[in-house]
């Protein structure tokens, strides 16, 4: 059994909420899922035991109400839960969302020892965190970290920096749990917090699911490193319709975008081929299905010249959702196998920007080799 | 040192000569060539020592002189090599060119034996087959194989399974060469030739070398596979203006094409997802920089439905002849490592149909490490 | 009124009769139809009356039924009218359906009469083909043609060219009729039906209904030829999974596309720019929604050259479907205004290959204010 | 005869100055250039006779030398024109150029007298604006330029608004002359600056160059609209490597292409589809090449959803430079028909935002035919 609990009830959220019990159901096949049935976990034995958000419009409401919204066809099995009031700290500041957060009414310290006390009651094995992305800064230190928390910062503190504070004090408290970090925010490579997770028996699964255009890239680039072409130049285009499409609008969330590794390019190749990667647009009847553009040149023997454009329609938040029904099952392996902290084997295939700090990004193909082994399957071409 | 020796003085193997040239001369940097200068081999080592065709045109010419219609660059370090007349077996049957072969003026037999007495004086390591596509029947047996040389059956052999034949009786008395078949005629993949190749001394790279879409398309479904992504169809159509897809508007020469394993969807994804991959069409203007286009739909988590295409404008010859810069020098290790027969190391990463014929396709991106290793080099992520 | 007959009761007409229904129940918007409420006749008035079919599974069925098995939200309005039986003459042949033709029963003669005997009955102002591509020859003469309906000539005509035969005799007996020639067997550009329909009351709208690609592609050509840009080379791709897709799998029918007049290019450019424009390839999955992919080149300024791809996923079906709607209308009002024969003002616009034979393909956005001005509207932007 | 004059002696300019030549000299053919020879007034009638710029790199060099620096194949022919010294007001500035212009040294008042002076002696016939693209803000009132001109408000004016302020005194004094404004700067939209023409004797080509994107999916719009396909949205990115670009990483230069009716969706299709039509980055190695990409949603019948891609490699300058080569002599034709002040007709076809500011976008095609209509020529296929 896997219990999860949920913090940012939207467009992932409520996908991967539906899809499971679907598939937990038998209604429906786990595509979009990685490693589907091989793991000795199943996916019938998630269970997600608690859900957070601070949207007026869903806190208090049944999940499966709140799920309904983004997903018609959402199964009645996800009544029962209630989604409950998490940590605000302006993360919708800007979204024409009504918002409400614990930290309205109580400091941060009074909101975490409430989590934890919520918590202990849930008993959750894995968080998974799929706020909307935040405009943040990282720590400097530990003691910068808690100095923050103690003199109730509410300006210097974002939403997930809080759960994952939370979180570690939790998991301490009770043996371990894991945290999934599928947002921008540094978690994973911020050393500070990559301390305090080891130090709390918390594993971090981080930073920023790997969806969409980017992995493809990787594995694009790859192909290209591997024959030893020069890279000339790479567009990367996507303008989609959903709420995280409409936040990146916000010029200082799209800031959190840079602190990732924007180094996936030099990583791969060996060297920074001049490039534009970036979230582009808003365009509202988009939906969750945004539109890719993508445009590669290089050189090839003798001075040819060869271009490659990639187009795609792809559905945001399923691509996020699926890699979750891996995650959960995957966190509590690490809680089992006590591999705390990031844990590289895992964020190398799953996340955009893998930590812990210090490690790169490799070709996805070979990461998820990689990962394969460290969940005790064997590889596929290996 | 490599001694190489063409055989079909065509697109390929004119930018082949050419960038090779420029490269030992210092004027271009090895783009396009994967190990570059990583093998302990150098570029500046690879020496072309003889050359073969049976275009009228071709034979008895200088090399300088042929490269130059193909790159009005060629170096002039390219002269005083004699282009000598080959096989031609109706190769160049139905296109615009005069022919003539060895085999017009005598029997097969008398030919190979001709062309071991010429090779014996040119010393040939390597011998890098990039003769047009051809229509061909593999062989059963061994028997059949060599009754149809002994009664001179000149309806029944091709250009390249006479080549090969010529090459393993030249390595079984020299001690030791390789075979570079770059194009569809199954030789690699043919048990009978890997069985006459173990015998000889015969190391085969082949068959078809892996350039254009097709390996590209390889890492994309890894790329899907990997993330459990159900593939609904694919689409790839390549068109272009080189004498290579003016000979596949032959519909004998086509059919070539489908004795090359069409598995690589089954063997990539897991299962035969509908697909329609061909080259499609020649259009003069295009020249030798195709315009490919694909198409792939999958499904992804809770049902959703995706889209790629990808588009591209790729120098056909360039591609192909990058890698041959390798294959030659990997031929030559090959001989010293006395690893004889098809090699399946270097196939899987530099072949479209990796022989020998029980070993399947993997992605290119897995292929590539392993080849690496089998060169004695650092893996670069595994 | 405007009161129809359908003659191939398969997607394209299925989708017609039950867009149809919905607009004239108000419960669809009539996008796709380029005039929808312009026009004097409305969309309400637009009765279907019969519909012929030679699939032995929808002849004697409801045509509700039929029309279910392409949409499956289909309206209950078009419960009440069976499906009969039609022209045969072997144009279902070589695809995997079970056919039955009148006249499998009797000579052709027989067949024309029965049909002229239903239409006097059921009253159509208008027919609609929109039978499967046929392998066809145009006729010589006058007389070659009547003579091979008076010797029964079953493997010489084509069910398309016995139906216009017998709509030119319905319409000469009641005064006028307007036959819609959807497919590319050559009518409106046959000189012999052109005069058999001028002589009989008989407005002829053809051939081969302007949808896919090719109008875009039109324009696109229209587009450079205003800026003097030299095209060098146009390749454009076509994959489905309807049935007509399937039926250019056999190469009888395909050649058929190729009396279409393949002078777009020329007609538009001026030029006969090297192209490679075909329908490639069935590819089951992508069913109704074929994928195209165009590329095209050209020489600007200076001697610049730029490069344009158009890719798309675009309803094979509803896209004529709804030029169906006008062209409907549009025969009616030929036969109020007594303009028999193919009227070229209106076919110019709606039809990929617009007779009569001696016309030309202008620019469509020029073609549609000429053919708003036909149909006594005011041209939207001259 | 035409003389000509340079606004901006940049990419464009040295483009249009090399490829004119190169006609004239009967080695180039006149691609890109719209009426090529149909004009009573031929191309090589064209004469440059001077040319202004405020790149200290460039003032006081002979003509030949800087157009070098775009087009290594620049024609000697151009050799013994020196550039001036223009107006700079700011306009390159925030990009890495050192720039000087007669504003440095004199009042604006007198630069404007120093021009005219010259400009009374070289006798232009035609003026073309290729400044950068300028942050600006138009005129309320002839009074308000008129003060600024008076009070020297250097920070008020741009140089393409003083260019045409001296140009209008120009045609006035000298009896007729022709504007081209291929920037975005609003002038032929701007009515202080339309009256002022109409006053004095000065024909207004403006504003903004159609090239690029734009045109085309004017066309494509157009294309949908006469389907009564309802469109969905429309994304359309750019991306270039040329100062244009650099000059519009600039967010207060990114304002003034607000000022351009981005109307251009309404009023192809009658109704504002939800779009995103910008250019969006700067990448180097692009060079003048840019990249675009655009996506196309529309509902076609029956419901029916449908996509169209559209990509291209597109060179920037040698499409504006072509059109440069019809608007100098249409700017001729203008003064000697005095037609002056905007002339809508030619601005409609050529420019993106075609002045005067209460006439509208129409599809390109048309405008086209109605642009040869007001040169005297035959229409095409009207």
């Known amino acids: 059994m896997v219990k999860v609990v949920i913090l940012g009830q939207g467009y992932v959220a ?28 199943k996916i019938r034995e998630i269970e997600i035991v608690g859900s957070y958000d601070v949207d007026a419009s869903k806190v208090g409401k049944d999940l499966y109400d709140v799920v309904k919204r983004y997903d018609p066809e959402a199964p009645e099995s996800l009544k029962g839960i209630t989604v409950r009031n998490g940590i605000h700290l302006r993360s919708l500041r800007n979204l024409p969302i009504k918002a409400t957060g614990l930290d309205d009414g109580m400091t941060i ?23 909307t992305t935040e405009a943040f800064i990282p720590f400097e230190s530990r003691e910068e970290l808690e100095k923050a928390i103690a003199e109730d910062r509410k300006d210097r503190l974002t939403a997930t920096q809080v759960y994952v504070y939370a979180a570690a004090q939790y998991a301490k ?18 050393p500070v917090y990559a301390e305090l997770a080891r130090e709390s028996n918390l594993a971090i699964f981080g930073d920023d699911g790997a969806t969409g255009a980017t992995p493809l890239t990787a594995d694009v680039l790859s ?21 995280d499409f409409l936040a990146l609008t916000d010029k200082e969330r799209n800031k959190s975008k840079e602190f990732t590794k924007s180094s996936i390019v030099k990583e791969l190749l060996g060297y920074d081929a001049p490039h534009y990667i970036k979230p582009t647009g808003f ?42 029904v891996d995650l959960v099952r995957l ?20 996340m955009k920007n893998p930590g ?11 990461a998820h080799e990689k990962m394969r082994m460290w969940a005790g399957l064997e590889p596929k071409w290996l």
């Not at 409520?14 to 049935?37: Q, R, T």
């Not at 599928?182 to 994973?188: D, G, Q």
Request: with cysteine.
């Open 109 to 131: 310290e009074a909101a975490v020892e409430h989590l934890v006390n919520e918590w202990k009651e849930l008993k959750p094995d894995v968080f998974v965190n799929v706020c």
């Open 223 to 243: 192909h290209f490193a591997q024959r030893n072409r020069y890279v000339l130049d790479i567009a990367q285009f996507n303008i989609g319709g959903n709420n």
């Open 283 to 324: 365009l509202e009847p988009l939906g969750d299905k945004k539109f890719i553009a993508m445009h590669m040149e290089y050189v090839s023997f003798n001075g040819a010249h060869d271009e490659i454009i990639i187009s795609g329609r792809i559905n945001d938040s399923p691509a996020l959702a699926g890699l979750l």
């Open 14 to 41: 409520s996908i991967f909420a539906s899809g499971l019990e679907k598939i937990k159901a038998g209604k429906m096949e786990p595509y979009g899922v990685p490693l589907a049935d091989e793991l000795p976990i």
């Open 356 to 366: 812990p700090k210090e490690k790169q990004n490799i070709p996805r193909i070979i």
């Open 331 to 350: 966190g509590r392996m690490a809680v089992e196998k006590r591999d705390f902290g990031p844990v590289y084997e895992v964020n190398a295939f799953y």
């Open 173 to 190: 408290e009770t043996g371990g749990a894991a945290f999934v970090n599928a947002i921008p925010t540094l978690i994973a490579n911020d």
